[in-house]
Structure formats: C-alpha cells, structure tokens
C-alpha cells in the first residue's frame, strides 16, 4: 500500500477555503486517491477521487499534481458542518482495500 | 444513491454474550462488503472483506471464530459478535462495494456503537 502524509490538524475559519494537502509519493500509477471524511460518531463519507486530472464535485475540489506524488482536497468555503477528520487515501488496486491513517482533524471556527 | 445502513446504531450487552450487527446496501447490489473497527480516538482498522456466498477473508490479528461474517445476499452482511467482552467494546463500521465499480469507492454505513459491560 502507498503511504501517507498529512497534517494532525488544521484550522479554517467559517466561509473561508481549505486546502488539505496530502503526500503520497510511492503511489502506483495505477491507483486513484480517495478522500474521505468522519464526522464524530460517524461512518467515513466519500468526498472526491481522481486518477491525474483535477476533479471537481458538489462537496469539494482535487487537485492532483503533475507527478501524482501528493495532492490537495479544496473546500471552498469552509462551514461548521465541514468540521471533521478528513483521510486520504490511495487504493491499493485490485485489492480493493482502504488503509485508513490517522488523517487531518479540521477544526472550522466561527 | 449509494446509501449502507447498519442496525443497531448501538447496542450494550452483557459480558459473553453474542452480538449481531447488520450491514445493508439499500440501493445497490454490493459485491463486496468490508468490516471495520475503530477504537477512541483512532483510525479505522480494517477487520475482514466479505464477498457474497463466499468465506469472510479477516485481517492478521482478527479472530475469525470470534467476529463471524455473513454475507448471504447482494445487499446483506452480517457481523457477529461472539462472547463478546469488554475489549470488543468499539465502533463497527461496514462499507460497501457497489457490482460493476471500477474505481474502488466504498460507501459507509453510520456504524454500530458496541458496549460490553
């Protein structure tokens, strides 16, 4: 499985973007990155994933960079409900698997 | 669409007694269902991935005789805990793997809070 990087903790206030790196550089060319986020006393909940290009979607935005060796989620405009841990993760192919790690804790403040 | 739920959301049980917690996929045919367990405070820890009528494949360090799995239909699994004791106290949470996806996004259920007393 490739291994990950990102911060314990970040902070955002209300309304304001978030970019949430991550570092992954012995992913295989094959793997997508997932992102995921857990709310307290909640299952995981899919976010965003992408292969090379930059996704976009209702809830967030990837932006994957060129050598594919780290990439960053893009919340917008960050609100109290966003407050979560937040795990990204590449998957491991044909295993299909989720390695979960200890993730970004975002705190959002007023 | 692509929504699990699991039952019960929580349960407390007495010392040796069983536990049963559903996993259902209630919009889609799930091929593949996956068992987690996560402590206070920690990341999810992958317990066993079950494919439908066939054998759970646990995880290194899970007791397969203690955590029994079932996943008899497209949108059923079953996670049996067997005399249960207070250090299976956890979180369990089940996702699921919709048939015919290709790119391995799993959907979770909202997990089941276990107290063994």
């Known amino acids: 499985d490739a291994k990950t990087t990102q911060p314990n903790s970040m902070e955002s206030n209300e309304e304001e973007p978030v970019h949430l790196p991550c570092n992954h550089s012995t992913i295989s060319g094959t793997d997508y990155i997932h992102w995921y986020r857990q709310l307290p006393s909640q299952g995981p909940e899919y976010v965003i994933h992408g292969l090379t290009s930059n996704v976009n979607n209702r809830m967030a935005s990837l932006a994957i960079a060129e050598d594919r060796k780290s990439s960053t989620l893009i919340l917008h405009r960050a609100t109290l409900r966003d407050a979560a841990v937040y795990y990204c993760i590449p998957t491991s192919g044909s295993a299909r698997q989720l390695t979960f790690g200890s993730g970004t804790q975002l705190t959002v403040l007023p | 669409g692509a929504v699990v739920s699991q039952h019960p959301s929580w349960v407390i049980c007495k010392s040796g007694t069983s536990v049963k917690i559903e996993c259902r996929s209630l919009?889609?045919?799930?091929?593949?269902m996956f068992w987690y367990r996560q402590f206070p405070k920690q990341s999810l820890m992958l317990m066993a991935t079950s494919n439908e009528g066939s054998k759970a494949t646990y995880e290194q360090g899970v007791e397969k005789d203690k955590f029994l799995i079932n996943h008899a239909s497209l949108t059923l699994s079953t996670l049996t805990v067997t005399s249960a004791h207070p250090e299976d106290s956890s979180f369990y949470i089940c996702?699921?793997?919709?048939?015919?996806?290709?790119?391995?996004?799993?959907?979770f259920g909202p997990g089941t809070r276990l107290t063994v007393l």
């Open positions: 996702s699921a793997i919709w048939w015919g996806q290709s790119e391995d996004t799993q959907y």
């Open positions: 919009d889609f045919q799930a091929t593949t």
